[in-house]
């Protein structure tokens, strides 16, 4: 099933949708789990599950600081992606995690999530994806141009604490009214 643009509803997760984004979060990091990323695996633990330390912050746990906000995608009266903004009382926000379930991609959903997300809290925006995952590059590289036409930029920056691992590509762009022209 692919959903079209305007199928998709875009709206902060509650506590009561945690479990589904939990379960969302599992299909994000087996999607993930295809890249190894400076020789790194990212195989799930004994039980199954994947390190979910940034599902817990996003919910107001601990290390957020009230400053994380997650958001739920649904589309057809089906769970179809989230996202994780983080900095959201900051000059900048970071798109910190971002997914959309196999079956509802090329169908306009996750740009349509990620602009109505970026959307909320206007100004400057910073996301991270790795080289390794070619359609993150191209997804996030599309993302910049459509939300700002010729004025994004993209650097490579040094993962903190993981020497080993090769640097993250970060994209940088402004959106909404607080953008200064």
């Known amino acids: 099933?692919?959903?079209?643009?305007?199928?998709?509803?875009?709206?902060?997760?509650?506590?009561?949708?945690?479990?589904?984004?939990?379960?969302?979060?599992?299909?994000?990091?087996?999607?993930?789990?295809?890249?190894?990323?400076?020789?790194?695996?990212?195989?799930?633990?004994?039980?199954?599950?994947?390190?979910?330390?940034r599902v817990a912050v996003a919910f107001g746990g601990s290390g957020g600081g009230g400053d994380w906000a997650p958001y739920l995608f649904w589309g057809g009266g089906h769970p179809v992606g989230f996202a994780f903004v983080r900095g959201i009382g900051g000059a900048t926000r970071v798109l910190n995690s971002f997914f959309v379930v196999r079956g509802a991609r090329r169908g306009g959903v996750g740009m349509r999530a990620v602009r109505d997300v970026v959307a909320r809290y206007p100004g400057a925006w910073e996301v991270a994806f790795q080289?390794?995952?070619?359609?993150?590059?191209?997804?996030?590289?599309?993302?910049?141009?459509?939300?700002?036409?010729?004025?994004?930029?993209?650097?490579?920056?040094?993962?903190?604490?993981?020497?080993?691992?090769?640097?993250?590509?970060?994209?940088?762009?402004?959106?909404?009214?607080?953008?200064?022209?």
């Not at 009561?16 to 695996?41: K, Q, Y």
């Open 1 to 53: 099933m692919t959903f079209s643009l305007g199928a998709v509803d875009v709206r902060p997760a509650t506590p009561a949708d945690r479990p589904v984004v939990e379960r969302l979060w599992l299909m994000f990091r087996h999607d993930l789990s295809e890249f190894t990323n400076g020789g790194v695996s990212q195989l799930p633990h004994a039980d199954g599950t994947f390190r979910s330390e």
């Open 131 to 181: 080289d390794v995952n070619p359609g993150a590059v191209a997804f996030w590289r599309r993302v910049g141009e459509e939300l700002a036409p010729g004025e994004w930029s993209e650097e490579r920056r040094p993962v903190p604490g993981r020497a080993g691992l090769p640097p993250d590509v970060w994209i940088s762009f402004a959106y909404g009214s607080a953008v200064e022209r």
